[in-house]
Every structure is written in structure tokens, then in C-alpha cells.
């Protein structure tokens, strides 16, 4: 199953994408004997200001995928909860997992009502590059938690 980081806007060199690639190589190299990946990240903009204008570009990449939004609205999830979703919809046969991020200032609501599955990082606001790093870490936390590895810590 491919999985993919959607994301609105394009982040300039920073700390952030520094820790986004390392997770996403990481969760590709441990995913692949588990039949998960390759991890990507996609960057999408949009010439026009507004959700309605982000959720036209964003819609190509969605097509024939399982959407998880990101949206404070949605269910927080244990690691190990998030890494049995992951399995579940392997296992089901899904063969793309899409988690879509939105722009400053969220997603379109009728795209994050289309989506499959919301998830929260919990209640508090996170700035875009920190919530593109910190997912890219729980799929690679999720990777690991499916192979037994050592880096999840109950």
C-alpha cells in the first residue's frame, strides 16, 4: 500500500523538512517487508487564494485513494491504534492511503467531509510544517509498531 503525505504549500528549507524526509525514507525502508510503501510527500498550490481554489488542486491526487484528513475536528489516536488502522486498510487491500493537510487555514469543508477517516493531533493548533513532520514520524512509528521493532515505547 502507497502511502502519501498530501499537503497544501511548498516548505522552504527548514528544520522541519529536514525531519519529514528522514521519517519518510525511514518508514519506505522498514515499511517495505510489510507490504507499506513507498512513503511520499506531495506539495500542492494553488494560484488562487481560498479553501475552494486548494481543494481543486488537491482533488487529482485523490482519485482511486483512501483519505484521512487532518482536521482538528477528527479522532486522536494512539500510536498503536493508528498503526492497526494502517494494517487494517493494507490487509482490506487498500492500495493507496492518502492523509491530506490543507492550507493556513484548513481544509474545504465539503473536501474533508469526502474524506474516508479524519485525524486530530489533539486539541491544540500546529503550525503546518510541524503536523507534515509529526505525521511523517507516527507512519514511521506505525511501520515499526507493525514490525516489531524497538522504536515504540509503551
Known amino acids: 500500500m502507497k502511502l502519501t503525505i498530501l499537503a497544501v504549500g511548498r516548505l522552504a528549507r527548514s528544520p522541519e523538512v529536514e525531519l519529514v524526509k528522514l521519517y519518510v525514507d525511514r518508514a519506505t525502508a522498514a515499511g517495505r517487508a510489510l507490504g507499506l510503501g513507498p512513503v511520499e510527500v506531495v506539495e500542492v498550490e494553488s494560484k488562487k487564494p481560498g479553501k475552494a481554489a486548494e481543494a481543486e488542486v488537491l482533488r487529482p491526487h485523490l ?23 494502517i494494517a487494517k486498510l493494507r490487509d482490506q487491500g487498500v492500495r493507496r492511503l492518502v492523509f491530506l493537510i490543507g492550507g493556513a487555514d484548513g481544509l474545504d469543508p465539503a473536501l474533508a467531509a469526502s474524506a474516508n477517516g479524519k485525524l486530530a493531533f489533539g486539541p491544540q493548533t500546529w503550525p503546518h510544517a510541524l503536523a507534515r513532520a509529526m505525521l511523517a514520524e507516527q507512519v514511521y512509528r506505525a511501520v515499526t509498531i507493525l514490525a516489531g521493532g524497538p522504536y515504540h515505547r509503551d
Open 63 to 85: 482519485a482511486d485513494a483512501h483519505v484521512i484528513a487532518c482536521d482538528e475536528r477528527g479522532t486522536a489516536r494512539a500510536s498503536r491504534d493508528f498503526a492497526a488502522e
